[in-house]
């Protein structure tokens, strides 16, 4: 039974880093219908600023994760100015804009390679974490933080998404951004305050992430970036609860499989699950089918 | 397309090299009395620190052969010359590099390359030519499989997991132990095999075989599933970029075992990665400098006083490669590949840097590993296991 409960909580955990990093793909897919491949490498650059912040300007955790998030804000909007904003306003198809977004990636991939360097970093600890021995069950308060701010962002996002104008803005480029301009919003600082929020996203899960797994290296993004993308569209993409249940499922699969299966199986099985799941749910978990009209 | 024309190119300069060597039959004219060994070293490109303590220790090997008067060759003392070249750790580069020291420089053995990658492109072309090889630091078994002429310095992968066994069993007395490897990576994977198969032989018990793919950060999993089955030892033959990421996580999840692992773990990254939680775990190597050897404190000595730096394990197999060959040479009597061949695979017995060397006819030696230990953040000698 504690093993049963140590392994639901390295499950919530895996589950909890997931979600964090799948709210961003979902936000920017939510309202531009744009898969952002580059998210994953968004979050390398978050955790990488991170470390810089910490190690060399010494910060405590709460200023390095405040300033990563500012700058990988700051990056994110450059990204959009530079290489989707052209595409988007010569009318390019949206298959254009996919194919932008993994040159983008790999791009940061290579440009932090090249500058940083291809060797593991040590992301420095900034948090004491306490742990605790319950009858068997190691428990730490990275754990319940990860777990944590993941529920926090989900609630904060959902609730600005539904009820701030803001919100309802971003709810009206989703729908139509062509009416919505001819109606006077600035349809173009909607879009930048989506990717400023998805940056802050990603860097929040990157320096949560180091805190859990604290060696970074320019490609540490990729595989993240591919789970987090399946865990959103599990849940159901473009929405903010089905990012985090995508997440804790998937985490969940992984874990389990490995705990109660030979661990070589581990990746084989649980994507085999989720791909039965889309079979069944082709909009993911909490999707609604769409319905065409011509 | 681009590529085509400078494969192309390099070819027609190849050619053009070849051709120019043909013109002067026998090299350069000082070919009488200078024994001519080529080195093939990735001094630029992925792994150039390790190429350059590969140059330095040959030169430092040829040097110091060249202060005693040279090597003895039937009667007659003769000079060595290194001709040093980079690889840049490249298989088209190596593969170059060795058609030039072969054809060109006509050298009468060679020693490189280091990786296994790089040695398997070079390795052949110089088995064709009947050139006697050693590579100091492939580790692969596959690089000498079926190629009489080429030989290694340095023990093949699966040894460490004898070694590592025979160090739970022995050394620390351990019962049980269990196995958390990369299933992704040759390396990994077959360290974890041999250990497994030893330490039962051993009469240890294995509680668990667990297993991740690479670029996994994640391992509480299976590291709980380990808990489970209480083992005195953890064995992780992984590399030193994720096996901090495993003790960290091992640690806090209260696995309080003894952490073991092998050569992959050599570098001063492990503890600038893995901090504290590094203390007090144990892994198998070809060498150390602190071993508590003369040998060791003779080369490391005169390496430092040369090189201003502490020589690292591709130093130290460069130097026991080269010392090889020389010893090799001088009880052959004769500049004959063939001679100089059947020389190497009959050393027994060398007394080289990293230990006592005997390849008994075949063309990877019997040699001791040593196993170190992480204590104050610096890699301790502890003690050296033989086979």
């Known amino acids: 039974m504690a093993i049963f409960i140590q392994q639901l909580l390295n499950a919530l955990q895996l589950g909890g880093i997931y979600a964090l990093i799948a709210l961003g793909y979902t936000m920017v897919y939510g309202v531009l219908k744009l898969i952002n491949f580059a998210h994953g490498d968004i979050f390398m650059a978050g955790a ?111 609730y600005l998404v539904r009820h701030t104008l803001v919100g309802k803005a971003m709810r009206a480029v989703a729908d139509n951004p062509e009416i919505l301009g001819l109606m006077g919003v600035n349809v173009d600082r909607i879009i930048i305050f989506t990717f400023v929020l998805g940056s802050t996203l990603a860097a929040a899960g990157g320096i949560l992430y180091a805190q859990a797994y604290p060696v970074l290296d320019p490609y540490m993004g990729i595989v993240v970036g591919w789970k987090a993308f399946i865990a959103a569209v ?44 889309l079979l069944l749910r082709p909009t993911g978990l909490l999707g609604r089918p769409v319905v065409k009209k011509v | 397309m681009f590529r085509r024309i400078g494969r192309g190119a390099l070819a027609a300069a190849a050619a053009a090299i070849l051709l120019s060597g043909c013109g002067s039959p026998g090299g350069s004219g000082d070919g009488a ?21 590969t140059r330095n220790a040959a030169e430092m090997a040829a040097e110091e052969v060249n202060a005693a008067g040279g090597i003895n060759v039937g009667g007659k003392k003769l000079k060595v010359r290194m001709i040093i070249e980079d690889d840049q750790n490249d298989q088209v580069q190596t593969a170059n590099v060795f058609q030039k020291l072969i054809h060109q420089d006509q050298v009468v053995a060679i020693i490189g390359s280091m990786s296994s990658k790089a040695t398997n492109a070079g390795a052949p072309i110089a088995e064709e030519a009947k050139v006697p090889t050693i590579s100091p630091w492939a580790t692969n078994p596959e690089v000498t499989q079926d190629k009489p002429y080429v030989f290694r310095a340095c023990f093949i992968d699966p040894f460490q997991g004898y070694v590592a066994a025979k160090f739970a069993r022995e050394q620390l007395g351990a019962q049980r132990a269990a196995v958390l490897y990369d ?14 198969q030893e330490f039962e032989k051993m009469g240890g018990t294995i509680t668990a075989y667990e297993t991740y793919t690479t670029q996994d950060k994640d391992f509480s999993a299976q590291l709980t599933k380990i808990k489970a089955t209480h083992p005195e030892v953890l064995f992780l033959p992984n590399y030193f970029n994720e096996v901090p990421l495993q003790v960290q996580q091992a640690r806090k999840l209260g696995l309080n075992v003894t952490f073991l692992g092998g050569d992959g773990w050599d570098s001063p990254k492990l503890v600038e990665l893995g901090g504290a939680d590094m ?52 009880r052959a009597g004769s500049l004959g590949r ?38 104050g953040g610096e890699f301790r000698y502890e003690t050296t296991v033989n086979p």
């Open chain 1, 48 to 158: 990488f600023i991170g470390f810089f912040l910490a190690t060399y300007l010494k910060l405590p955790f709460v200023a390095t994760l405040l300033g990563s998030m500012v700058l990988t804000a700051l990056l994110g909007v450059t990204v959009e100015r530079v290489a989707y904003r052209p595409l988007r306003e010569a009318g390019a198809p949206r298959m254009s804009l996919v194919i932008t977004a993994l040159g983008v990636g790999l791009f940061l991939e290579n440009f932090t390679r090249a500058t940083v360097g291809a060797e593991p970093r040590n992301f420095p600890r900034l948090l004491e974490t306490a742990a605790w021995d319950l009858g068997g069950v190691a428990l730490t308060s990275l754990q319940f933080l990860i777990i944590g701010t993941a529920l926090a962002l989900m609630l904060a996002l959902r």
């Open chain 2, 33 to 53: 009395d200078v024994i001519k060994i080529g080195v093939s070293a990735p001094i630029t490109g992925d792994i150039a620190a390790l190429g350059q303590s």
């Open chain 2, 279 to 330: 203390e007090g775990t144990y892994f198998t190597n070809h060498y150390t400098p602190t071993a508590d050897s003369s040998a060791v404190k003779e080369f490391v000595e005169k390496y430092k006083a040369k090189y201003g730096q502490v020589p690292d394990a591709a130093a130290a197999l460069t130097y026991d490669a080269a010392r090889i060959l020389f010893q090799a040479i001088e």
């Open chain 1, 234 to 277: 599990v849940g159901g993409i473009g929405l903010i609860d089905g990012a985090m249940l995508g997440g804790v499922i998937l985490g969940s699969t992984e874990v389990f499989v490995a705990a109660y299966l030979p661990s070589t199986y581990r990746d084989g099985i649980a994507f085999a699950i989720l791909i039965l799941v």
């Open chain 2, 338 to 375: 063939d001679q100089i061949r059947d020389a190497i695979a009959a050393t027994e017995g060398f007394q080289g840097v990293t230990g006592t060397i005997t390849y008994a006819g075949k063309n990877d030696p019997v040699k001791p590993a040593v196993v170190l230990k992480i204590e």
């Open chain 2, 183 to 196: 299933v992704a990576s040759d390396y990994n994977k077959g360290l974890a095999e041999v250990f497994r």
